[in-house]
Structures are given as structure tokens and as C-alpha cells.
């Protein structure tokens, strides 16, 4: 049983110079055989073994990941947590996972530092001001809390924004949602993997999948780095490598990668207390607790696994920052990096089952998958589980895109995908 | 960010050109006679390979003619371009 994180293990571990705190998570090799293994050690990967372990009683059960747990799009996002979106499917997808965040710190009993700031989206055509007045009514209908703002109201919300006229794309209105804000994203993934481990998973991190075996229409196992894993199931959660570990199973999947990129600045005092996201201009900012802005630019439009995206991309979304927030025209960026993100060509994920048996998907988040992490592991746990999509995610399906039943929200997620 | 030698215009700026994604999907010759099956896997599945692949490139702000590439998808380095409609090279 791990000890309690609280108040008094704090002062406790003071007295010894927070050099004997015990170790969130233990290290070890692989078994020989697990009931079943999630593939990809990141926020969705780390709560599928959680809810796996915790409500489904798998408990035999690991997590194998590439490189260190977090360190993939886990530790790469802007931390944007909301679930404004259009569709029934998706509203009640992303809305099931913003309520478990609202009491994920105490459920973990691990800071995650949800901080409910506010989600703001701009409009800055006729066409946003109708899209997003539709996406207020269609969220409202779902019970999910948006407002619709005039420009004024947007000014008063969030008073650094550049409202003028005369600007080359000025803001028209805006959506806001009051229970969508941030979290500290490599907390949700420790959170994840200490909570797991606990119960028995075994995460095991340098471990990379180099094949699986299969026989005609299920699976036997997978090889990795560290050694033959004998399994029935296996839970792919690898973001933006998914399609190579389907190539492996012999599978096709409708996923293209491409670079995401985003960007932090100095450090400076509190300026701004929400997220503002701009769809048609692609700019979406807000400021981390240390005080550096976090910005999130726009992907590539071609496939690479590079984790670079281009310049000129960076360029675009910094050139609208300025001119919506001229007040950061000194700011200097410190660090902008890539991440490779699975986008679906209905801009919508799959959690899903696959026509081999025992093998399980959960992929295509494309550029919005932080928001959705402990909805997504719940729901890809019981899928696992039984064998059976939970209802949230039956829209999810691999199948749509054979059926054509698709989830398009591509300008209706309020960003440009 | 990379450079793409146009072989109608030559080296020029990635961001000049945009990305027309995996090349030699052919179009069903008879569309009425397709399975569902064989709709989604013309119109959704992609190979999306990390390593070399064949791609199709237009050079939007330049000739606006389109193209194909083979790129190591790993780290964008091109290995060849070559015309429509010509041979494509074997993937060493």
C-alpha cells in the first residue's frame, strides 16, 4: 500500500530533504504472460490500465512503452482541457471525460492541477459567428455549459484582446465554456501510472513493440525489446505511431500523422487568466502556472514521424497572436517543439475493437487527445473488458468508415484541424 | 521544413508546394461494382508509413503541377522525384 500524499507526508518528507519519498511507480520486467497488454505509456494508455485494473478487475495486466511514461504527446500538448463540441456523439465522449477531471485529484490522490479557467473561442467571420452560435445551442442541448459573447463581452472576459475593427481578421463574438480549462499534463500520466501500479500493473518503460504475433483471426502475443509478452489482448494506445503497430498486426487503419507543433515563451507575470482558441487564424493561447504562455500552432499538411514541423507554420500562428494580443510584441518564445498526431479523416477518434480478435485501438485523436484522457481510458477499459464498446464510444467505431456513419467535427471542434 | 526540387521548377521551399498524401491509389475502375469493404479502404485506409513512402506533391505557389516524391517519412529526407505518370523507383 503506497503512502497518502498529503499535507503531513509533505512536512514529513521535508525534514529529510525530499530524499526519501517512495518511488510512485516500480520498474519491472516483463512477465512471461499477462491477461492483457496496453501498448503506449502516455495519458490514455496509463488510465486504460487504471480503469482496466480498478472497475474491470484485470489486474494482471501491463503497460509497455517506447521510451519513459508521458514523455510521447502526453508531455507535448497544450494541456487545453474542454468539451464544446458539436455532435451528440462527441459532446457526450469529451463531456464523460471533463467530469471525471473535475474530481480526478482526489480520485488519484496526485495533483493534476485542473484549474477551470475557461475556454474562449473566437469568431472573426460571419461564417464563426453562425458555426458557433449553432455549436452554443447544440452544447446547451447536451447539458454542457457554453455562452455565446458579443465582442464587448469578449473584451471584459479577456481585456488584452485586441477588439479594434480594423484589425485584419477582428473579433466578432465568441463561445465560452467556464468549466473547461487546463491541467498539468505529465501529472495526469504519473497520476495514472502510480494509481496502476498500485494496483498491480506493471509498467514497464524502454520496452518497444517490434511485432505481434497472430494467428488467423486473434492474437498470441507480441515481441518486443524486452522479450516475447504471451497475451490475448492488446490495447493500442500509441497516438501518433499507431498505424506502425497496425502494420505489424497486418492492419490498415484510416490514420494519417503529421507534426503538431507548439511553443512556450519567457516566464512573465500573470497577463492572462483563460484559454483564448481562434479557429480561423489558428492561434490558441494560455499561460502556464510558471507564467510562460503556452501557444499551440497548426499541423503539416504531409505525413511524418520526424517530430519537426515547419517553420512557416509557426510563423503563421505567431503573426495572428500579435495581432490579436499586440501587448506580447516583446515577448521572446523559449522553446517550440514537435509532436506526431494520428489524425482521422473525420477529425474524430477510434476506440475501438478491429477485426482481429483481441487486438483493441484507441487512436485517432488527432490534435485534441489531452482533453479526453481519463474518459478515454475509462471507456477503452470497458471495451477491453467486454469485448463490447461502452455507449459513448459505439460511435467510435473502426466500422464508420465503412458504413459511413461518420463523426465530423472538423470545423465544428472550434479549431481548424 | 524541407526543400522539394520541382522537377518542372527545381529546389524550391516545402511551404511552397502542398502535400497530396499516398501516391498510386487507384481510382476504382468500376465504382458501381464496389463493396463498402473496398470504398472505405479506397477512400480512408492509408499505409501511413514511417519510413520510405511514395506521395504526391503539388507545387501550389509555382507551376501548380503535380508530382510524385518518395521521402523517408522518419526524417524527410527525399530520396527521388519523379513525374505522373512516370515509373516509380524501386524502394531500396
Known sequence: ?417 | MFLINCPYCGEREQSEFKAGGEAHIVRPKQPTELSDDQWAEYLFMRKNIKGIQFERWVHTHGCRKWFNVVRDTSNDIIKAVYKMGEKPPPNK
Not at chain 1, 500552432?297 to 517530430?307: K, L, N, P, R
Open chain 1, 1 to 417: 500500500m503506497k503512502k497518502k500524499y498529503s499535507i503531513f507526508s509533505l512536512i514529513k518528507n521535508a525534514f529529510s530533504y525530499h530524499e526519501n519519498w517512495e518511488k510512485a511507480w516500480k520498474d519491472p520486467l516483463p512477465k512471461k504472460e499477462y491477461d492483457a497488454v496496453i501498448v503506449g505509456g502516455g495519458g490514455h494508455g496509463l488510465a486504460t490500465a487504471y480503469y482496466l485494473a480498478k472497475k474491470h478487475n484485470m489486474k494482471n495486466i501491463a503497460v509497455v512503452e517506447k521510451g519513459w511514461i508521458g514523455g510521447g504527446n502526453t508531455g507535448r500538448n497544450t494541456t487545453i482541457i474542454r468539451s464544446n463540441y458539436l455532435w451528440d456523439a462527441s459532446a457526450g465522449l469529451y463531456d464523460h471525460a471533463l467530469k471525471i477531471w473535475e474530481g480526478l485529484s482526489q480520485e488519484l490522490n496526485y495533483n493534476v492541477m485542473f484549474s477551470q479557467r475557461g475556454v474562449m473561442n473566437l469568431a472573426h467571420n460571419l461564417q464563426d459567428v453562425r458555426d458557433l452560435k449553432r455549436r452554443t445551442h447544440a452544447n446547451r442541448l447536451n447539458g454542457i455549459d457554453a455562452v455565446y459573447l458579443s465582442t464587448e463581452e469578449v473584451k471584459k472576459f479577456c481585456p488584452i484582446i485586441n477588439t479594434s475593427p480594423d484589425i485584419r481578421y477582428p473579433v466578432l463574438g465568441g463561445t465560452l465554456q467556464k468549466r473547461a480549462g487546463t491541467a498539468r499534463h505529465d501529472a495526469v500520466a504519473w497520476g495514472y501510472a502510480r494509481g496502476a501500479d498500485e494496483m498491480g500493473v506493471d509498467i514497464i518503460q524502454n520496452c518497444e513493440v517490434k511485432g505481434i504475433k497472430r494467428n488467423v483471426d486473434s492474437i498470441e502475443g507480441l515481441e518486443t525489446s524486452k522479450g516475447y509478452i504471451k497475451t490475448k489482448k492488446i490495447g493500442v494506445a500509441a497516438a501518433g505511431h499507431s498505424s506502425v503497430i497496425a502494420n505489424m498486426a497486418g492492419l490498415k487503419l484510416p490514420l494519417e500523422s503529421k507534426p503538431l507543433q507548439a511553443l512556450v515563451s519567457e516566464p512573465v507575470k500573470p497577463i492572462i487568466d483563460t484559454v483564448v482558441m481562434s479557429n480561423a487564424v489558428h492561434a490558441y493561447v494560455s499561460q502556464s502556472d510558471k507564467g510562460e504562455l503556452v501557444i499551440g500552432a497548426g499541423t503539416d499538411d504531409y505525413v511524418s514521424y520526424s517530430q519537426k514541423g515547419s517553420h512557416d507554420i509557426v510563423e503563421g500562428t505567431l503573426s495572428a497572436i500579435l495581432e490579436l494580443y499586440p501587448i506580447f510584441s516583446r515577448m521572446r518564445m523559449l522553446r517550440q517543439w514537435g509532436g506526431i498526431v494520428d489524425i482521422c479523416p473525420d477529425a474524430s477518434p477510434i476506440i475501438s475493437k478491429t477485426p482481429i480478435k483481441g487486438l483493441y485501438f484507441n487512436c485517432g485523436w488527432g490534435t485534441g487527445g489531452f482533453k479526453a484522457t481519463p474518459g478515454s481510458g475509462d471507456l477503452f477499459a470497458h471495451t477491453i473488458a467486454n469485448n463490447e464498446p461502452h455507449k459513448l464510444n459505439a460511435a467510435f467505431n473502426l466500422n464508420r468508415f465503412v458504413s459511413g456513419d461518420l463523426v465530423d467535427e472538423h470545423g465544428a471542434a472550434a479549431v481548424a484541424h
